[in-house]
């Protein structure tokens, strides 16, 4: 499994043991608007609507990497107590991947009505 890294350490880390090209890669916003047009992934908003099912809390940061034919939301929320929490999000169905646990005070949130 690949944990989220700035694009700028992802280059670095190539550069010093010289390989051609990284298993993780982050992409510009341009880009990620025409996967959006072409139906490839939900855009930003569907997901988070979807992600909003599951917890609640204010998005602090979001990335969209490609890994292999794979797309994925790596997510960071600020949830009303304090904590942050990172999500993974498959950016093709919104469906949270399987390495992403939710914290007790979220699955509280699953029965809530809204």
Request: aromatic share 6%.
């Amino acid at each position: 499994m690949s944990r989220w890294l700035p694009l700028g350490i992802i280059l670095t880390s190539m550069l010093h043991q010289g390989e051609v090209a990284a298993s993780v890669v982050e992409l510009e916003h341009y880009q990620a608007t025409q996967l959006v047009s072409s139906g490839q992934i939900l855009s930003l908003d569907a997901t988070l609507q979807r992600v909003a099912a599951h917890c609640q809390g204010n998005l602090l940061d979001a990335h969209l990497f490609q890994e292999g034919d794979k797309w994925r939301y790596d997510l960071q929320f600020g949830l009303q107590r304090g904590q942050i929490i990172h999500l993974s999000v498959d950016a093709a169905s919104g469906e949270l991947n399987p390495d992403s646990t939710l914290p007790d005070e979220c699955k509280n949130h699953e029965t809530a009505t809204r």
